[in-house]
């Protein structure tokens, strides 16, 4: 027995610090979002955890509720009754299409797939998806759509849908493909044509595919994200993923045009300059306050870091073998919206509709994420632009998709400006779409064709 | 099978099966998978090859799974009036705390889940696990009780 005496201690010792140890991973909190947003982020050293904070908003429904707008503005459900619409299109005579998408079935390769698996869950984020297109039409300009129908059904995990005269593209989660449409059809029944592959499965870990036509139609500018959070499932999975890909629409042939971009989700013209601009999802479990999700101009052949650094050469030690050579000439991004945002909707200010503040900018739709506390996200900002760059701190234009008590009510994910300049918000956790316009006016000036 | 032999086993004393600790025969599984880990942890490092970490995470989480049956065995062995050899079952405890935070660490993303960290955990548990079961793969004294009768 005196063997075990003198051990005690020592073993209590190596508990406690074991103890102190695990301690040290939780608790951690973020700073004032508002010191990452804007061209200069903080950027605070990063930590790795043990256990990295996960913070998860239960989904409530709306309810009676509606998404809170600031005075000037109004906002009323366009639709609801979704299944997990993920963005939003605008045809030219005004229909609305939703698609109702969410990503296919995540492969298991560690013990920590299947506890991710739970939070989505428990999230809402696993909702069963319906792998369509909903369309919407206004025909009386009262605002509420009186006509919806399935536009187009039986896609593969669709995101971004682009139209280019007669030629209707719809970015599945594997491939883009081509459907004919005619002015004022309501329901595609056509066999569409594969234009070319993206890259899909097995794991597809970032599978949304946002999609762009270049303004004389003659390419097709895709976002697709990387297959991981950095490269943990080998750098070969990530072959021309964590990129923005041009795509003739002639022949379907593509080139990388940027790179790094961990997860592209969404692509617009800057409408005073013609450059273009991306919105971007940056890497999650090294802190609450990094790395802030961006905004950024997309400069032809450049690489914005990922996954071998961030914000220029801030380098990230998870990825090994690293490459100098590309850290090198990493591009900082123009724009940061501050940390685990998660912008997943973009859409530039069309300059109808709204009040004069909202003229010259672009709304982000911030679909917010569990990877931080206190949350960030779960709104949608405006960031003003002047001479074709931002101009200032990013506002808060839709909020109220989370409670008090950090339940969900929904989650803003794809935008659109509709044809009379007002904001349309797919929401996939309310399973609805809001559309935002001036207080006082109307709903819709035109009624659709 | 109804060879003479095998009925001979089924014919031994009670009291001498009764002695034998049950988690004797679990001891060796996390003490395998561990070690496997530490082979597997040793091979990423060099290779950066996810292969082997993915190897690693599901070894240490399995060793943690035998580890809990091992740790039910014991309680059962103690109710069967079987003194724990309190040295070695502790180790054996501190070398399962440190497993959790190693799975911890391995279910990082990219190769700081193994290097330094990981790598490190999983050979201190390996060294840890080999002194707690050095006397022949038990935590409890199996020969003290009845063996002078």
Known sequence: MTEVRTSLPRVAAILAAVAGLGLAGCNDTGGDPKLQIGANPVLPPLHQYLLPPIRIATPVGWGSETPKVPQGLQVHALATGLQHPRSVYVLPNGDVLVVESNGPKAPIFRPKDLVTGVVETLAGAKAKDANRITLLRDTNGDGIPDVRTVFLDHLNSPFGVALVGHDLYVANTDAIMRYPYQDGQTSITAKGTKLTDLPGGPIDHHWTKSLLASPDGSKLYVGVGSNSNIAENGIQAEYERAAIWEVDRTTGAHRIFASGTRNPTGLQWEPTTGKLWAIANERDEIGPDLVPDYLTSVQDGGFYGWPYSYYGQHLDPRVQPQRPDLVAKAIVPDYALSSHVAPLGFAMSSGLGLPAKYEGGAFVGEHGSWDRTPLNGYKVVFVPFKDGKPSGPAQDVVTGFLDANNHTHGRPVGLAMDRSGALLIADDVGNAVWRVSSAGVSATPKPAS | ?149
């Open chain 2, 1 to 149: 099978m109804n060879k003479p032999e095998s009925t001979g086993l089924a014919d031994r004393p009670r009291a001498g099966a009764l002695r034998r600790p049950i988690h004797q025969i679990l001891v060796p599984f996390p003490v395998a998978y561990f070690a496997a880990a530490f082979a597997t942890d040793l091979a990423y490092w060099r290779t950066a090859e996810v292969m082997w970490y993915r190897f690693s995470v599901w070894l240490i989480a399995g060793g943690l799974v035998m580890a809990a049956l091992v740790a039910l065995a014991a309680m059962v062995d103690l109710f069967r009036n079987q003194r724990p050899a309190w040295i070695h079952a502790l180790a054996y405890a501190a070398a399962v705390v440190l497993s959790i935070l190693n799975v911890l660490v391995h279910s990082r993303d990219g190769y700081t889940a193994v290097v330094p960290m990981g790598l490190t955990l999983s050979g201190v548990v390996l060294v840890v696990l080999l002194f707690a079961i050095s006397p022949g793969w038990t935590l409890t004294h199996r020969y003290r009780i009845g063996a002078k009768a």
